[in-house]
C-alpha cells in the first residue's frame, strides 16, 4: 500500500490536492521542498515496516526450533509440601472433610496391614478339580494315578481355560505351588474382568509317585469343592469314588458315541439349586466347555453362600472391610490445633510421614503469638 501511495506521488503533478494539501499550501513559494519531505517520511515508514516483518513473522518457525531444556527442580520443595499440596487438591483438607481426615500412627503394625490390604485379590477366585476316570477304572488310586486320558479328554480340559507355566504365573494358583515337582509345571487357568479360576487336574501330575505323594496329589484334588469327572467307565460313576467331607459338589461329564454328552450333577442336601447345567441334561460339544465352567463356579458360589453366615462377599467389599479396620486400629485422636501443627510444624524436620510422638518432645517449642500467628495461616488456607 505504501509503495503505491510513493508511485502516485511521483507520477502525478498535482499529487498534493490527493491527499487535499492544496488549502493548507497555497500561498508556499516551495511547495516542492514540502512534497520531498513528506515523501520521504513515507519512504522511511517503509523501510521500517520492511526491517520489523522478519522480526516478527518468522517468531513461530524460529520458537518451533528451539530445544528446550527442563528447568532444574526446586529442591527448596520438601516431601511434606507435596504432601500437603496433594491433599488439598484431592479435597482432604477443606473444612467439610475435616470430620472424615484422621490422622494414623504410622507404626509397623499399620505397615503390616497394608502389606495384607495389598495381598487381597481384585477379583473372585475359585479352583475345582478335573478327574478323569478311564474304562473299567474302579478304585481311587487307579484314577487318581491317571496320566493322561482320551483325545476327546484332553481337548475338553484345553477348552476349559488356557495352559499356563506354573513357575511363572502371577495369577491365582490354588493349592499348586511354584516350583514343586509335584503339582506338575502346567495347569489349566480360565480369567475375565471379575473371575479368575484353576483347575487341579490329576492327569498333568507326576505319574512315578511314592505313597505320599500320592497321598498328596488325593490332598489336593480333596481340596476342591466342586469336581469335574470325565468319565468313560462303561457305567455311571460313583459319586463316592473320591468324595471327602470338603467335596460338596460333583459335575459328570459321559461322552455319547453320537457326539453328544450327558451330564450327571451330584449335590449335598445343603447346597441349594444352582445352574445352568442340571442332572440328566444333554449338550453339545460346542457348549459344552463355558456350560461346565459357569455351572462349577455357580456351585462354588452357592457352597461359599451356606457354609459362610456373610455370604458371598465380593472382592471390593472385602477390601473396603479391609480399609475400615486398619483406619480403626490405628486412628489417633488429635485436637485441630495438634492437626495443623502437625500438617504445618514450625520445625522443618517434623513431618507428617514419620512416625510422630503424642508427647509435646517431637515438636519445636512454640510462642503463643507464633501459635496463634499459625493458625491464621492455617484458616486463610482453609478458606
Request: hydrophobic content about 35%; glycine content about 4%.
Amino acid at each position: 500500500m505504501l509503495d503505491q501511495a510513493l508511485q502516485y506521488l511521483e507520477n502525478e503533478t498535482d499529487s498534493l490536492k490527493c491527499f487535499g494539501w492544496d488549502a493548507v499550501l497555497r500561498g508556499v513559494a516551495n511547495e516542492k521542498v514540502i512534497l520531498d519531505c513528506i515523501t520521504g517520511d513515507l519512504r522511511k515508514l517503509n523501510q521500517q515496516s520492511q526491517l520489523e516483518v522478519p522480526d516478527k513473522l518468522p517468531a513461530k518457525t524460529k520458537r518451533s526450533k528451539e530445544v528446550l531444556v527442563p528447568t532444574e527442580p526446586n529442591e527448596s520443595i520438601t516431601i511434606m509440601q507435596t504432601c500437603r499440596q496433594f491433599l488439598s487438591q484431592i479435597g482432604f483438607l477443606s473444612a467439610e472433610s475435616r470430620k472424615q481426615f484422621f490422622v494414623l500412627e504410622n507404626g509397623e503394625p499399620m505397615i503390616q496391614q497394608l502389606k495384607s490390604l495389598d495381598k487381597l485379590r481384585a477379583r473372585e477366585v475359585y479352583s475345582a478339580s478335573i478327574v478323569y476316570v478311564g474304562p473299567g477304572q474302579e478304585d481311587s488310586n487307579q484314577i487318581v494315578r491317571n496320566t493322561q486320558g482320551s483325545p476327546l479328554y484332553e481337548e475338553f480340559v484345553k477348552g476349559m481355560g488356557w495352559l499356563v507355566d506354573l513357575n511363572s504365573h502371577n495369577g491365582f494358583s490354588g493349592s499348586l505351588v511354584k516350583k514343586n515337582p509335584l503339582h506338575g509345571s502346567q495347569v489349566p487357568y480360565f480369567a475375565d474382568s471379575s473371575r479368575e479360576m484353576i483347575f487341579h487336574t490329576n492327569t498333568m501330575m507326576p505319574s512315578e509317585l511314592t505313597h505320599d505323594q500320592l497321598e498328596e496329589r488325593i490332598k489336593i484334588l480333596h481340596s476342591d469343592a466342586v469336581h469335574i469327572v470325565w468319565s468313560e467307565h462303561n457305567r455311571d460313576y460313583k459319586p463316592n469314588s473320591l468324595s471327602s467331607d470338603v467335596v460338596e459338589t460333583q459335575i459328570i461329564v459321559y461322552p455319547l458315541p453320537d457326539g453328544l454328552f450327558r451330564i450327571q450333577v451330584e449335590r449335598k442336601e445343603r447346597i441349594p439349586f444352582f445352574g445352568p447345567l442340571m442332572d440328566g441334561m444333554v449338550v453339545g460339544k460346542s457348549i459344552l466347555c463355558p456350560l461346565v465352567r459357569q455351572t462349577a463356579i455357580n456351585a462354588l458360589r452357592r457352597n461359599q453362600a451356606a457354609s459362610s453366615t456373610l455370604g458371598v462377599q465380593k472382592p471390593f467389599k472385602m477390601r473396603a472391610n479391609s480399609i475400615k479396620e486398619i483406619i480403626h486400629k490405628n486412628k489417633t485422636q488429635k485436637s485441630s490445633a495438634i492437626f495443623h501443627s502437625l500438617l504445618y510444624p514450625i520445625n522443618p524436620s517434623v513431618t507428617p510421614l514419620s512416625p510422630v510422638s503424642n508427647s509435646r518432645a517431637t515438636m519445636a517449642p512454640v510462642s503463643n503469638a507464633d501459635f496463634q500467628e499459625k493458625m491464621k495461616a492455617s484458616a486463610s488456607f482453609f478458606a
